[in-house]
């Protein structure tokens, strides 16, 4: 079955009632274009569709059944009297191209999950979207601790979900750094009072986990490991950026290498295969996931430099955008940064950075080029030079996707 829905609480209500009914869960994320639907539908053998949405036409039609449903709660006629294993079928975020459909079940999707302690009075949160890896985790986690949860809308804007989360007093809120960088901003901010304060999806810099300290005083700032394919692999309380060495090469049911640089993490928490045969395995013979996270030890403690498929290369020199990131984000005035690549004769590419303002220069023209001279010198400060950015522009604005990551994208300015 593939469930698609308006919103949130119609999906959650769905996903409760098929679990151990349906063979196969689809979860259909609001941002999946039209034009991937058939072939997301063909991959997965969808035999029906269950929706909120009138019954779509040419694209769909050749499956066989269409179940409305809604957020109504009503007593069922019918008692389900056998069960059997479901296949929970998430999609890949990707930001081109079709995505990838990963294959997990309810064990490995709550193994991360301690229910010893029920939490009534939890109120959980999440910017993520249930239907995606990130906020699915936080909904199974409230479910299997008996708190209770507050989601988000696709419609409204940040400022009206603190607000709605700041009247149901949240206690537990997650999302991506850059989330937090946007929800920062907005002056509902101020209303929300968290006991916990959950990063994952990006790299947590030292600025937004210091930002998130002064802001929250009184909550514990959590930054967590967790994607579609490897599950939950760590979570870091210590208010640092990246993770002590010793959890690498440990085994607490979760084990991780480093492999030629890149985190690899087996676990029963890990999903269990790609539908349709993508052209690399989701796991390697050994049964670890390649994350193709980068990471470099730094003293005792190992610290994410970004994306192996995200890095520029400036004359044959290797530049993480991430880790030039988490530089320019050190300034104080600085809100978030995106480092992306552009045509350069000489080296081909160089890297250029987009820059968000916690405030806007009273002097657009001369302080706006002080700030720029600031950021840089920074950076030559901490970065070899072929990873200083050769041009500084200041936005209103950064792309951001439906998951709360950055849209990184290569352009040309």
């Known amino acids: 079955m593939l469930v698609s829905t308006r919103d949130q609480l119609t999906t959650a209500l769905a996903l409760i009632e098929l679990d151990g009914v349906a063979g196969r869960l689809v979860l259909c994320p609001p941002d999946l274009p039209v034009e991937h639907l058939s072939y997301v539908i063909d991959l997965a053998a969808v035999d029906a569709i269950v929706s909120d949405f009138p ?109 709605r989360a700041a009247a149901y007093r949240v206690t537990h809120i997650s999302g991506t750094p850059s989330h937090w960088r946007r929800a920062l901003m907005s002056p509902a901010a101020r209303r929300i009072s968290p006991q916990h304060v959950r990063l994952s999806g990006e790299i947590a810099d030292q600025a937004i986990l210091d930002h998130l300290h002064s802001f929250y005083p009184q909550a514990t700032i ?36 480093v492999e030629d640089g890149s985190l690899q993490i087996r676990s029963n928490r890990t999903a269990d295969r790609y539908l349709g045969s993508p052209s690399k395995p989701l796991r390697d013979a050994g049964g670890f996931v390649d994350t193709g996270d980068m990471l470099e030890l730094r003293g005792d403690r190992y610290h994410f430099v970004g994306r192996r498929d995200g890095v520029i290369n400036v004359g044959g020199w290797k530049v993480h955008p991430e880790e030039v990131e988490a530089v320019i984000n050190r300034h104080p005035q600085v809100r978030m940064s995106l480092v992306r690549s552009r045509k350069n004769p000489v080296t081909g590419a160089v890297a250029v950075a987009d820059v968000v303002l916690k405030s806007a220069p009273a002097d657009a023209n001369g302080q706006a080029s002080t700030l720029a001279h600031e950021i840089t010198q920074l950076c030559f400060g901490a970065l070899a030079r072929h990873k200083v950015p050769a041009a500084i522009r200041f936005v209103n604005n950064l792309p951001m996707a439906a998951t709360g990551k950055l849209v990184r994208q290569p352009c040309v300015m």
């Open 55 to 163: 019954r779509p036409a040419p694209e769909i039609s050749h499956v066989g059944s269409f179940v409305t449903c809604s957020p109504k709660i009503v007593p069922s006629r019918d008692a389900w009297t056998t069960t059997h294993p479901t296949e929970w079928i998430l999609l890949t975020s990707g930001t081109t191209g079709l995505p990838k459909l990963v294959v997990h079940n309810l064990a490995s999707l709550t193994g991360a999950i301690k229910t010893s302690t029920p939490s009534q009075l939890d109120v959980w949160s999440t910017f993520y979207d249930i239907r995606r890896y990130g906020g699915l985790a936080i909904f199974l986690r409230a479910l299997l601790t008996g708190a209770s949860l507050v989601v988000s809308s696709t419609e409204g804007s940040m400022g009206d979900f603190l607000i």
């Open 222 to 257: 959590t930054h967590a490991f967790a994607s579609t394919e490897a599950g939950v692999a760590f979570e870091v309380t210590d208010g640092l950026a990246g993770l002590p060495s010793s959890l690498i090469g440990g085994n607490t049911g979760v084990e991780m290498r």
